[in-house]
Protein backbone atom coordinates (compact mmCIF):
# COMPACT_ATOMS: atom_id res chain seq x y z
CA UNK A 1 0.00 0.00 0.00
CA UNK A 2 2.77 2.62 0.84
CA UNK A 3 4.63 1.66 -1.68
CA UNK A 4 1.84 2.33 -4.59
CA UNK A 5 0.83 5.44 -2.61
CA UNK A 6 4.71 6.31 -3.11
CA UNK A 7 4.58 5.87 -6.87
CA UNK A 8 1.57 8.18 -7.20
CA UNK A 9 2.79 10.93 -5.51
CA UNK A 10 5.89 10.82 -7.45
CA UNK A 11 3.71 9.97 -10.64
CA UNK A 12 2.20 13.81 -9.28
CA UNK A 13 5.37 15.10 -8.44
CA UNK A 14 6.66 14.93 -12.35
CA UNK A 15 3.31 15.53 -13.80
CA UNK A 16 2.76 18.90 -12.08
CA UNK A 17 6.07 19.88 -13.08
CA UNK A 18 5.77 18.95 -16.54
CA UNK A 19 2.22 21.00 -15.98
CA UNK A 20 4.21 23.94 -14.77
CA UNK A 21 6.37 24.15 -17.92
CA UNK A 22 3.73 23.58 -20.42
CA UNK A 23 1.56 26.51 -18.92
CA UNK A 24 4.69 28.63 -17.88
CA UNK A 25 5.43 28.29 -21.37
CA UNK A 26 3.36 31.04 -22.51
CA UNK A 27 4.92 33.57 -20.32
CA UNK A 28 8.79 32.70 -21.63
CA UNK A 29 7.36 33.32 -24.98
CA UNK A 30 5.97 36.63 -24.48
CA UNK A 31 9.16 37.42 -22.74
CA UNK A 32 11.29 36.56 -25.57
CA UNK A 33 9.01 38.26 -27.91
CA UNK A 34 7.80 41.29 -26.39
CA UNK A 35 11.34 42.73 -26.23
CA UNK A 36 10.80 43.42 -30.46
CA UNK A 37 7.12 44.61 -30.33
CA UNK A 38 6.49 48.62 -30.64
CA UNK A 39 3.00 47.67 -31.29
CA UNK A 40 0.62 48.16 -28.21
CA UNK A 41 -1.74 46.04 -28.91
CA UNK A 42 0.71 43.36 -30.04
CA UNK A 43 2.02 44.16 -26.25
CA UNK A 44 -1.02 43.82 -24.65
CA UNK A 45 -2.12 40.66 -26.42
CA UNK A 46 1.45 39.01 -25.26
CA UNK A 47 0.83 40.11 -22.05
CA UNK A 48 -2.68 38.82 -21.90
CA UNK A 49 -1.21 35.51 -23.45
CA UNK A 50 1.14 34.87 -20.58
CA UNK A 51 -1.56 35.90 -18.10
CA UNK A 52 -4.00 33.67 -19.00
CA UNK A 53 -2.08 30.67 -17.75
CA UNK A 54 -1.17 32.04 -14.11
CA UNK A 55 -3.48 29.91 -12.35
CA UNK A 56 -2.45 26.61 -13.61
CA UNK A 57 1.35 27.29 -13.55
CA UNK A 58 1.04 28.12 -9.33
CA UNK A 59 -1.58 25.30 -8.94
CA UNK A 60 0.95 22.91 -10.63
CA UNK A 61 4.21 24.79 -8.74
CA UNK A 62 2.03 24.26 -5.19
CA UNK A 63 1.50 20.43 -6.33
CA UNK A 64 5.13 20.32 -7.34
CA UNK A 65 6.06 21.23 -4.18
CA UNK A 66 3.95 19.91 -1.77
CA UNK A 67 4.33 16.62 -3.54
CA UNK A 68 8.26 17.34 -3.08
CA UNK A 69 8.00 18.19 0.59
CA UNK A 70 5.67 15.06 1.02
CA UNK A 71 7.83 12.70 -0.27
CA UNK A 72 11.08 12.64 1.62
CA UNK A 73 8.90 11.90 4.82
CA UNK A 74 7.53 8.84 2.98
CA UNK A 75 10.55 7.64 1.91
CA UNK A 76 12.94 8.84 5.02
CA UNK A 77 15.83 10.40 2.93
CA UNK A 78 15.68 13.77 4.88
CA UNK A 79 19.46 13.09 5.60
CA UNK A 80 20.64 13.27 1.94
CA UNK A 81 21.85 16.95 0.54
CA UNK A 82 20.44 16.59 -2.64
CA UNK A 83 16.78 17.09 -0.89
CA UNK A 84 18.16 19.78 0.90
CA UNK A 85 19.78 22.21 -1.48
CA UNK A 86 16.60 21.04 -3.99
CA UNK A 87 14.25 22.59 -1.54
CA UNK A 88 16.36 25.51 -1.09
CA UNK A 89 16.76 25.71 -4.87
CA UNK A 90 13.02 25.90 -5.80
CA UNK A 91 12.01 28.91 -3.38
CA UNK A 92 14.69 31.09 -4.70
CA UNK A 93 13.39 30.37 -8.07
CA UNK A 94 9.84 31.47 -6.99
CA UNK A 95 10.63 34.28 -5.13
CA UNK A 96 13.23 35.70 -7.98
CA UNK A 97 10.71 35.45 -10.79
CA UNK A 98 8.00 37.16 -8.33
CA UNK A 99 10.57 39.51 -7.43
CA UNK A 100 12.35 40.66 -10.62
CA UNK A 101 10.45 39.03 -13.50
CA UNK A 102 6.77 39.62 -12.59
CA UNK A 103 7.70 42.90 -11.16
CA UNK A 104 8.73 44.36 -14.48
CA UNK A 105 5.96 42.84 -16.56
CA UNK A 106 3.66 44.58 -14.10
CA UNK A 107 5.35 47.85 -14.96
CA UNK A 108 4.86 46.94 -18.59
CA UNK A 109 1.18 46.38 -18.33
CA UNK A 110 0.54 49.37 -16.16
CA UNK A 111 3.07 51.43 -19.19
CA UNK A 112 0.45 49.99 -22.19
CA UNK A 113 -3.12 51.04 -20.34
CA UNK A 114 -3.40 46.92 -19.14
CA UNK A 115 -5.31 46.03 -15.90
CA UNK A 116 -2.17 45.03 -13.49
CA UNK A 117 -1.00 44.15 -9.49
CA UNK A 118 1.46 45.08 -7.11
CA UNK A 119 2.11 43.36 -4.88
CA UNK A 120 -1.45 41.01 -3.97
CA UNK A 121 -3.06 44.21 -4.86
CA UNK A 122 -5.07 45.43 -8.64
CA UNK A 123 -4.73 48.54 -10.19
CA UNK A 124 -7.01 49.25 -13.06
CA UNK A 125 -6.11 50.25 -16.44
CA UNK A 126 -4.41 53.34 -16.99
CA UNK A 127 -3.88 55.50 -19.83
CA UNK A 128 -1.15 54.24 -22.10
CA UNK A 129 1.86 55.54 -21.49
CA UNK A 130 4.37 57.38 -24.25
CA UNK A 131 5.85 54.48 -26.35
CA UNK A 132 9.29 55.95 -26.18
CA UNK A 133 8.37 55.41 -21.85
CA UNK A 134 7.53 51.18 -23.47
CA UNK A 135 10.30 51.49 -25.49
CA UNK A 136 12.94 51.98 -23.02
CA UNK A 137 11.72 49.88 -20.34
CA UNK A 138 11.49 47.08 -22.89
CA UNK A 139 15.03 47.72 -24.31
CA UNK A 140 15.90 47.09 -20.36
CA UNK A 141 14.23 43.48 -20.70
CA UNK A 142 17.16 41.38 -19.97
CA UNK A 143 15.89 36.97 -20.21
CA UNK A 144 19.36 36.32 -19.10
CA UNK A 145 18.24 35.70 -15.27
CA UNK A 146 15.08 34.48 -17.28
CA UNK A 147 17.13 31.57 -18.67
CA UNK A 148 19.51 31.07 -15.63
CA UNK A 149 17.21 30.98 -13.05
CA UNK A 150 14.12 29.80 -14.36
CA UNK A 151 15.81 27.17 -16.46
CA UNK A 152 19.40 25.94 -15.71
CA UNK A 153 18.49 26.18 -11.79
CA UNK A 154 15.87 23.61 -11.97
CA UNK A 155 17.60 21.85 -14.40
CA UNK A 156 20.01 21.07 -11.96
CA UNK A 157 17.10 20.28 -9.09
CA UNK A 158 16.25 17.98 -11.49
CA UNK A 159 20.15 16.36 -12.11
CA UNK A 160 20.10 16.18 -8.10
CA UNK A 161 16.75 14.29 -8.00
CA UNK A 162 17.95 11.96 -10.74
CA UNK A 163 21.60 11.16 -9.79
CA UNK A 164 21.48 11.64 -6.25
CA UNK A 165 24.65 13.04 -5.80
CA UNK A 166 24.92 13.16 -1.87
Request: proline share 5%; no cysteine.
Amino acid sequence: MTAMLIRWLIFLHVLSALTFYMAHGTSVAMAFKVRKETDFLRIRALLDLSNSTMIMMFLSFAMMGLTGLILPFMIHIWNRGYIWVSIVLMPFVAIYMAVFIVTHFMELRRLVGLPYRKGSKEFPAEPPSSPEEVAALLKKTSVTGLVVVGYVIPAFALWLMVFKPF
